[in-house]
């Protein structure tokens, strides 16, 4: 329900400064603030659903995107970003997809994957060690976060970190 009918507000960063400075000024007001590190697919589905649930319980989200990689990076990223105003954030159980296209390994971004049965079982040695590379955009993603907002951190006396699917 992001409608607006219970406050909640959803928007992409775009000018961190403000924006993180005004999501630490609902410290006093919030539950505390979650960090949601998505599943493989990005910023989408069950991770949006996340999102919303703690939300609605009074929590402050912030849910940092590897997926946003620019496609210049040639590593990983769905395409341009949509903006906030292009994304479907009405429909509860996910079409609010933030990207204009996908991430797709046979594009040549070695970090785009499927977690599928038969990408396990070909090579399990070689698809463990792909997953810990991903694992270390998570890792330095959340670095990053902790890093450059240590005033949003700061601001909350309970800081949660949740993941889902690779993003746990």
């Known amino acids: 329900d992001r409608d607006g009918s219970l406050t909640m507000r959803y928007?992409?960063?775009?000018?961190?400064a403000a924006e993180y400075a005004m999501l630490a000024s609902y410290a006093d007001c919030a539950c505390g603030l979650v960090i949601l590190?998505?599943?493989?697919?990005g910023a989408t589905w069950s991770s949006v659903m996340y999102a919303k649930m703690m939300a609605?319980?009074?929590?402050?989200?912030?849910?940092?995107d590897s997926m946003a990689m620019p496609d210049s990076m040639g590593l990983k990223g769905s395409g341009t970003l949509k903006t906030t105003a292009e994304i479907?954030?009405?429909d509860y159980w996910g079409s609010s997809k933030p990207?204009?296209?996908?991430c797709s390994w046979a594009g040549g971004k070695p970090f785009c994957y499927s977690t599928?049965?038969?990408?396990?079982?070909?090579?399990?040695?070689?698809?463990?060690?792909f997953v810990e590379r991903n694992y270390l955009i998570?890792?330095?993603?959340?670095?990053y976060l902790v890093q450059s907002q240590t005033a949003l951190l700061n601001a909350f006396d309970?800081?949660?970190?949740?993941?889902?699917s690779e993003g746990a």
Not at 37 to 41: I, P, Y
Not at 56 to 64: E, L, Q, R, S
Not at 138 to 143: A, F, G, H, Q, Y
């Open 88 to 90: 479907d954030t009405l």
């Open 37 to 41: 590190l998505h599943g493989s697919s």
């Open 116 to 129: 599928k049965t038969e990408n396990i079982v070909h090579d399990s040695a070689a698809y463990r060690e």
């Open 11 to 16: 928007f992409r960063v775009s000018s961190s």
């Open 99 to 102: 990207y204009t296209g996908s």
């Open 56 to 64: 609605n319980v009074g929590h402050v989200v912030v849910m940092p």
């Open 158 to 164: 309970k800081v949660v970190l949740l993941g889902r």
């Open 138 to 143: 998570r890792k330095l993603e959340l670095d």
